[in-house]
């Protein structure tokens, strides 16, 4: 009985093959980055009252500065980037971690809004949008003679 060494990064190489067959079968394509996943958008909430629009972004682990708020048209932009660096040293152990990566979340206004007194707060990963409607022009109304 001849000893053959086990070769690990050979059979990591199988597993790939053989996960990219599986997809090619499933999706047509030949790896995971083309088969287009969706990129990692914020999830809102938005809500309504009589006076305003109100948009709240669930933002963990990002910094009020890399988030940028704008309007433009009847869409609302909330986009930025997301750059983390984790390391960990310890006695027998070193582990480092990166992740960048950009995000962006385009929102429909259902009604018309007042840009220049919308206003946004930041407070522990969430981003609060306040957009103040504009108020309807009340019809006047005219009485008109009869003769």
Not at 1 to 16: A, Y
Not at 50 to 69: C, M, Q, S, Y
């Amino acid at each position: 009985m001849d000893i053959v060494p086990w070769k690990s990064f050979g059979e990591i190489s199988r597993l790939r093959r053989e996960m990219d067959d599986l997809f090619t079968r499933i999706f047509g394509e030949t790896s995971l980055s083309k088969i287009g996943f969706p990129k990692w958008q914020p999830l809102v909430d938005i809500s309504e009252t009589d006076t305003h629009l109100i948009i709240k972004a669930e933002l963990p682990g990002i910094d009020a500065k890399d988030v940028d708020v704008s309007i433009t048209g009847d869409r609302l932009t909330i986009k930025g980037e997301k750059q983390r660096e984790k390391e960990e040293k310890e006695e027998n152990r070193y582990r480092s971690e990166r992740y960048c990566g950009a995000y962006q979340r385009v929102i429909d206004l259902p009604t018309r809004v007042e840009k220049d007194k919308t206003e946004a707060a930041f407070d522990k990963g969430i981003l609060t949008i306040t957009l103040p409607k504009v108020e309807k022009v009340k019809r006047k109304q005219i009485k008109i003679k009869v003769k």
